[in-house]
Nanobody, 128 residues
Framework: EVQLVESGGGLVQTGGSLRLSCAASEIPFDDLVIGWFRQAPGKEREGVSCISSSDGSTYYADSVKGRFIMSSDNAKNTVYLQMNGLKPEDTAVYYC?????????????????????WGRGTQVTVSS
């Protein structure tokens, strides 16, 4: 059974940093797309970033470009999301998700319906 476990969330002040981790088990990191999504109370889930495990290419939502950095350690089956310059509007539950058979192209990257497996999430709270 594929499992994704997020960690690293917490409470931080505006301008602070956090690093989220997502450890995957029972799924090879050969040719996947792993995404980070977030959902704030009363809002829809939105894509934050994603990475291709095959070539390490990354994609970011405009709202986090220049502040968040996603990376992967394929040997550890783990991806990371380094979040810098955090703002109160970044407050949300952050989820990682895996698409194990990535379709061609990038138009689907932030479509949560495309992803096959999801973690349970980790809470990030940014105080003003």
């Amino acid at each position: 059974e594929v499992q994704l476990v997020e960690s690293g969330g917490g409470l931080v002040q505006t301008g602070g940093s956090l690093r989220l981790s997502c450890a995957a088990s029972e799924i090879p990191f050969d040719d996947l797309v792993i995404g980070w999504f977030r959902q704030a109370p009363g809002k829809e889930r939105e894509g934050v970033s994603c990475i291709s495990s095959s070539d390490g290419s990354t994609y970011y939502a405009d709202s986090v470009k220049g502040r968040f950095i996603m990376s992967s350690d394929n040997a550890k089956n783990t991806v990371y999301l380094q979040m810098n310059g955090l703002k109160p509007e970044d407050t949300a539950v952050y989820y990682c998700a895996v698409e194990e058979s990535p379709p061609f192209g990038s138009s689907w990257y932030f479509d949560s319906d495309e992803y096959d497996y999801w973690g349970r999430g980790t809470q990030v709270t940014v105080s003003s």
